[in-house]
């Protein structure tokens, strides 16, 4: 983070600027993965601390988002796609940022220790302290690993929403962690492509910019068929079954599929169809994520008709 005092709020801040603060497109994600990760556990859990764990869970991924804005206000002020956020554009002080990323963060792990409990709590103040210091405050500006390692802290939602349910950690829960750690790096890459100029302008280390883009698209290549056989892999623990796994190999197949066409294009390629291919990987990556978590959804709502799993 640089100077900030450039970015004096000018008090002309609505309601819809602090909520922009928690990021809550991405989060919606990031909290739907809890919610399925609380949901297929296989123990009951009452209703009141299932709504109340993913609501606070909620608050605490949003909270780590108005921390991160607050540091990276600065780069967000560079790039064409962050620079209408709230701090850099004015309307919220940097201050009051911090001031919100810090009391929701410590609302949301206190109150999850109590609605759920102590480990559950652990691993949320542990993700939003990844999220903010280790990704944002350091290994963003440092290495284009930033989103790799950084990853990390989007993957442990769904664990959470486990410990929340059972207590403890199991081999489910690693797994849904790594389905999420394996797929941002693709996810994100993929954007960083389209979107061109934009980290080099911010001075962001990330891999278009540090490798070049025809790295980047083998690496794209790369994690996503290292991710292939975690996602099938998982149809066959507790928490997959044939439903899980007939998706599983049908939104794989389609990714792998899409991640060979962006490797076996170049620059000129991608100009001429203003970055279709890429784009609807993104788009892409999304829907794949989101079905997964569906699909355990679904294998969980089967077992308890005595249906689903082998
Ligand atoms: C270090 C990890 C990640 C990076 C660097 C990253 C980066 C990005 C960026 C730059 C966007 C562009 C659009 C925007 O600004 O809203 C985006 C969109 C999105 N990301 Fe990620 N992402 C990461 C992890 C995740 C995770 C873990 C999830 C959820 C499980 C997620 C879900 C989404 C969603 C839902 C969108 C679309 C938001 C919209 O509709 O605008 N991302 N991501
Ligand atoms: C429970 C809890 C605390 C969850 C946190 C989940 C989490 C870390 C999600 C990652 C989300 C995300 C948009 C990263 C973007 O990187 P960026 O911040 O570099 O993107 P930007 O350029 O859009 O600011």
């Known amino acids: 983070m640089t100077d900030l005092s450039s970015y004096e709020g000018t008090g002309e801040a609505q309601f819809g600027d602090y909520v922009a603060l928690l990021k809550p497109r991405v989060m919606s994600l990031v909290v739907f993965t809890a919610l399925v990760g609380l949901l297929v556990a296989p123990v009951h859990v009452h209703p009141v601390v299932a709504l109340a764990s993913i609501l606070f869970i909620a608050l605490g991924a949003g909270a780590s988002g108005a921390l991160n804005m607050w540091w990276d206000a600065d780069i967000d002020q560079k790039m064409r796609r962050t620079r209408s956020r709230p701090i850099p554009a004015g309307r919220v002080a940097p201050g009051e940022a ?14 999850l220790g109590l609605a759920a409990n102590l480990l559950a709590a652990g691993l949320l103040a542990f993700t939003i302290f990844f999220y903010a210091v280790v990704y944002s405050m350091w290994l963003k500006r440092l290495t284009p690993q930033n989103i790799v390692i950084g ?3 989007g993957a442990f939602p769904p664990m959470i929403g486990w410990v929340c349910a059972t207590g403890s950690v199991s081999v489910e829960a690693v797994l849904m962690f790594l389905i999420i750690f394996m797929w941002t790096p693709p996810h994100f890459w993929a954007l960083a492509l389209f979107l061109k100029g934009d980290y080099h302008n911010a001075g962001v280390p990330m891999l278009t910019v540090t490798h070049g883009r025809k790295a980047t698209r083998a690496h794209i290549l790369a994690y996503t068929l290292a991710l292939a056989p975690v996602a099938v892999g998982a149809a066959f623990t507790s928490i997959g079954g044939p439903v899980y796994l007939a998706v599983a190999l049908a939104l794989n197949g389609w990714f792998i599929l899409g991640a060979v066409r962006i490797w076996r294009r170049d620059e000129a390629m991608a100009e001429a169809d203003s970055y279709a291919v890429e784009k609807a990987f993104f788009r892409f990556s999304l829907y794949y994520m989101f079905l997964h978590f569906v699909a355990f959804l679904v294998e969980a709502a089967l077992k308890t008709q005595g249906l689903g799993g082998w």
């Not at 911090?98 to 109150?111: D, E, F, K, P, Q």
């Open 98 to 111: 911090l001031g919100l990323g810090l009391a929701l963060s410590g609302i949301a792990v206190v109150m």
């Open 151 to 153: 990853g990390a802290a």
